[in-house]
């Protein structure tokens, strides 16, 4: 028979009403502890949950605390596990708390990871303050360096032998470029390292229906829940996703940190996943739309939007065709002129939220230089392209002329500029939608 499509098990994956008294909706099992039928059971809970034994056919899984496992986790971690294809999932309090156990699991002093260039200013703050305290080394490349240029640089710095993680976030944040997952999965093959090396990927920014980095050849797949997942700027959450085997680590991990999510939270990501595909697909037309008006906007500097790709844009191009199904819903922009007409801008909008965090079904707009990337040094900052000029919008489920009058809106606020400039900004809708 044929595989359904994860959008028409999102109602039902893994919960069987007829066990809880015809409920066609999980209940929130609010209990921190679980009764065991017996002793002997009890004994051969903890012997499976502890690795102490293997898994036989009969074996029966139940649950035991809910720091280790919980009903209404499960329920949600399994639904979420179909988008991916991923054989477990396991939720966290939140997407740091995800990516930090990841790090946690596979990482010991003097391994070496390998991560792209710009992340999410908390993991890359993580990354550059806290592992190195922690002995392990790291090493950074951008998206348009190729393998041949990142296996040379790995060459030189004389670790390469430790090489033990590949981080990647694709697209980065806030310019979008994408990372090629596959090219990451050869290098990871090729490299020299002593190592079994493991390829996360942060697929917050596309995931989990535009991009499925398993496919591609990732071994975990990390979230910030908190985003398109949860999706109504209600709830902070993380996942991560992968093999049983890798899995089983980052589970054992999560038992001892104990920043499992709990099952309010888990609840309503299990509801938020009912409308996940039609929230994202309706946010990334109205991003389309969004950003084919900003294109051609004489106050617009330059646009950085993976839906606009073309195949003039080379190598990016060619990743977008492979490996995602859509150019997302975020677009970035430089304004014309600097800090002043960004936050004129910005202060203008009315529709859109001036608010960090992306993914919601609310459309927000934030300044990454002096928000989301302000722990980022500047002259890094410069370097890759987040300048004090640029804003980053999330496009989300309002009508999109509605979103694109209030850019026009937020454009209008700026004092410093050309009259042909300004009357393009207030003309409402001479270009065809
Ligand atoms: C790409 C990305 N990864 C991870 C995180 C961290 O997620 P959380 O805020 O849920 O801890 C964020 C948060 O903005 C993010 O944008």
């Known amino acids: 028979m044929k595989k359904k499509h994860p959008q028409s098990l999102m109602m039902s994956f893994g919960h069987r009403p007829n066990a809880h008294n015809g409920a066609i909706k999980c209940p929130i099992y609010q209990s921190s502890t679980f009764v065991f039928p ?21 074996d029966e899984s139940l649950f035991i605390y809910s720091r280790l496992n919980n009903p209404t986790l499960e329920v949600c971690e399994k639904r979420l596990a179909l988008w991916d294809k991923a054989e477990d999932c396991a939720l966290f309090s939140s997407g ?46 951008s998206p348009n360096e190729s393998k041949e ?13 430790n090489l033990k993680m590949i981080y990647a976030e694709t697209p980065c944040n806030p310019t979008l470029e994408l990372v090629d997952i596959s090219m990451l999965r050869d290098l990871a093959d090729e490299s020299i390292s002593s190592q079994e090396i493991i390829v996360a990927i942060d697929n917050t920014n596309l995931g989990p229906v ?22 109504h700027s209600d709830v902070v959450a993380g996942a991560c996703l992968g093999k049983a085997s890798l899995m089983q680590t980052i589970r054992t991990m999560r038992t001892f940190l104990g920043n499992m999510t709990d099952p309010n939270t888990a609840w309503l990501v299990s509801r938020s996943l009912e409308t996940l595909k ?12 969004v950003a084919e008006y900003l294109q051609d906007h004489p106050l617009v500097e330059k646009l950085y939007f993976p839906g606009l790709l073309r195949p003039a844009d080379g190598e990016q191009y060619e990743i977008l065709k492979r490996q995602c199904l859509s150019g997302g819903a975020m677009i970035s922009f430089d304004i014309k002129g600097g800090e002043n007409e960004a936050f004129e801008f910005l202060n203008g909008l009315k529709l ?33 392209g987040i300048t004090d000029k640029m804003i980053r919008l999330s496009i989300g489920l309002e009508h999109y002329e509605d979103i694109i009058n209030d850019v026009k809106l937020g454009f209008s606020n700026i004092r410093n500029v050309e009259k042909e400039e300004l009357e393009f900004a207030y003309d409402v809708f001479s270009i065809e939608m």
Do not use: C
């Open 38 to 58: 017996s002793a002997e059971i009890g004994k051969r809970q903890f012997e499976l949950a502890y690795g102490l034994d293997e898994s036989r056919e009969n």
């Open 96 to 141: 740091m708390a995800a990516i930090t156990t990841a790090f946690f699991s596979f990482l010991k002093p003097g391994d070496l990871l390998l991560h792209s260039h710009t992340l999410y200013g908390g993991t890359s703050h993580f990354i550059a303050e806290i592992l190195p305290k922690l002995g392990v080394k790291t090493l950074s490349f």
């Open 149 to 161: 240029q990142i296996l040379h640089r790995l060459a030189k710095s004389g670790e390469e032998a």
């Open 210 to 231: 535009w991009q499925e980095p398993l496919s591609h050849g990732a071994d975990l797949v990390l979230y910030s829940a908190t985003k398109y997942i949860a999706g």
């Open 278 to 289: 039609v929230r994202m697909d309706q946010q990334a037309k109205n991003a389309q739309k």
């Open 352 to 384: 859109i939220k001036l608010a960090v965090s992306l993914g919601s079904t609310e459309s927000l707009a934030e300044h990454p230089a002096s928000m989301t990337h302000a722990g980022v040094p500047k002259e890094e900052r410069q370097a890759h």
